[in-house]
């Protein structure tokens, strides 16, 4: 039996994320599918910035914390991924349509600087990330992060 925490994370969830969460401005850009995927790919293969708008807007769904312009997602992101934890996110599912994106996967990595007031600890990490691409044709204008911090938490050993 699935756990109800856990249908977020469907691959249903994912193509429905992006039909509800598709905004005027995404779909008037003109993106094809195409182009869409190969602005997200290109993204993700090392973080590439300059995939990102100069107006891009990183927001985390679960705290309501936001990450304006390149500069700041890009230290988010090496924050993340480099500092806090040695990282990577192991993806399972890629939803793409016009102007929108859907990830689906997992952020996995050990934990070896201080987050979240925690001190490194040395544990090692699999949380469920899932995000959402809002693409034009100058980049990626806007991400929804969905990442169970409670999850991340337990496995840091903060919490049962």
């Known amino acids: ?23 005027p401005g ?10 869409t995927r190969s602005f997200v790919e290109t993204y ?20 309501g914390s936001r990450h304006e312009g390149r500069e700041a997602v890009g230290q988010m992101l090496d924050f993340m991924y480099h500092r806090a934890f040695d990282a ?20 996995v990595g050990r934990h070896i600087g201080e987050f979240a007031g925690v001190a490194a600890t040395g544990r090692d990490v699999s949380v469920p990330l899932s995000v959402t691409y809002v ?8 991400a929804r992060i969905y990442m169970l911090g409670s999850v991340m938490m337990q496995q840091l050993g903060v919490t049962r």
Do not use: C, K
């Open 1 to 23: 039996m699935t756990h109800p925490l856990w249908l977020p994370f469907t691959p249903a969830f994912i193509a429905l994320s992006i039909a509800l969460l598709a905004s």
């Open 26 to 35: 995404a779909a008037a850009q003109g993106l094809s599918a195409d182009e």
């Open 44 to 63: 993700l293969r090392e973080h590439d910035a300059s995939m990102l708008s100069p107006d891009v807007v990183f927001i985390d769904m679960s705290s």
């Open 88 to 107: 990577r996110f192991d993806m399972r599912h890629f939803v793409v349509g016009e102007g929108l994106a859907s990830i689906e996967g997992d952020f």
């Open 135 to 142: 693409v034009a044709d100058d980049g990626i204008r806007e």
